[in-house]
């Protein structure tokens, strides 16, 4: 069996269906399942047991001898939110409490963390291990990130083999229901269809025009190709970035998004909301040398690869992976 956590949620079902498209169907699906909307995001796939995730710990340690993997894909994500007992339960504690779990039997364990460990860039965006305790997070989901890649390297036991994955500005299907926390390419595509243009921030930055603004932005399948190279890889333990490595402009996006439906570009600019243009980050983008240099050697999608199948093949239809 393979265990995949937040499997309701957008990467973890695209996840499944990746597993499904490479033959296997064994698999343990572990979220809360009291989303309907989220739930439509597994639908069709193929696996053999749902597990409440507040109960997965203890049924983990009763089926240990049956799992093959260990994905925890689930998490706390929203940037908005800033009850930390919330995250520091959600992120932090549970996340400590698979590792050890795995420790103890035996498991292969591969984590998602995040590039909002890298606050403002202050730090580059480098996936030396050296630079994580000195890396400041803007808001309390970054922190809690962070708190669990800086445990972990600390830790004198191990899982045999792990992983932390930092995800750069992931987009693609199954997203539909993340609201507020979707990404901008979906954003951006439901704005054009209701309004015929987009809106985006303007620039409070002299070395950034307005729409200038730079992200690095990470289809799925992409990120989908990564986890499925290392359930076989299973060496090389450490945190990884996990990007396009190539940072591109939110005018770019809009536009390509644009192009995807066969439209004109209609961008405005609005100021970006005084409570987060103090930490509002203008550049990421992800060193990748580490992930190559350990033997991955796929491509990624480019931005308009990505925005184009995204939109024609997803979005336009209300489709799933």
Not at 114 to 141: C, F, M, Q, R, V
Request: glycine share 6%.
């Amino acid at each position: 069996m393979i265990i995949i956590t937040g499997a309701a949620g957008f990467i973890g079902s695209c996840l499944v269906q990746k597993l499904n498209d490479e033959g296997f169907t064994d698999l343990v699906l572990v979220d809360d399942f009291s989303n309907p909307e989220k739930n439509k995001n597994f639908e069709g796939k193929k696996f053999s047991k749902l597990v409440n995730r507040d109960e997965f710990a203890e049924w983990l340690k009763a089926e240990h001898l049956h799992v093959q993997f260990v994905f925890h894909i689930g998490a706390r994500t929203d940037t908005t939110e800033f009850d930390r007992e919330l995250f520091n339960r959600l992120n932090l504690n549970y996340t400590q409490q698979i590792w050890n779990i795995c420790i103890e039997y035996g498991l292969p364990f591969v984590y998602a963390s995040s590039a909002a460990t890298y606050g403002l860039g202050e730090n580059g965006y480098d996936d030396d291990e050296s630079i994580i305790p000195h890396l400041k997070p803007l808001n309390p989901y970054g922190d809690s990130k962070n708190d669990f890649d800086k445990w972990a390297l600390l830790q004198e036991r191990k899982p045999y083999f792990w992983a932390g994955l930092k995800f750069f500005n992931v987009y693609g299907p199954n997203e539909y229901h993340k609201g507020r926390m979707a990404s901008v390419i979906y954003h951006t595509f439901n704005q054009i269809k209701e309004t015929g243009s987009m809106k985006l921030f303007q620039s409070h930055h002299p070395d950034f025009e307005d729409g200038g603004q730079m992200r690095d932005f990470v289809y799925v399948k992409d990120l989908l190709n990564v986890l499925y190279f290392f359930l076989h890889h299973r060496k090389d333990s450490g945190i990884y970035n996990l990007g396009s490595a190539r940072a591109r402009t939110f005018k770019d996006l809009a536009e390509n998004t644009f192009k995807a439906l066969d439209l004109d570009p209609q961008i405005s600019f609005i100021p970006t909301p005084a409570d987060i243009r103090g930490t509002y980050q203008y550049f990421t983008e992800a060193k990748m040398e580490k992930l190559r240099s350990i033997g991955y050697t796929l491509p990624f999608h480019s931005l308009e690869e990505g925005i184009k199948d995204y939109v024609q093949n997803y979005l336009k239809d209300h489709k799933y992976l």
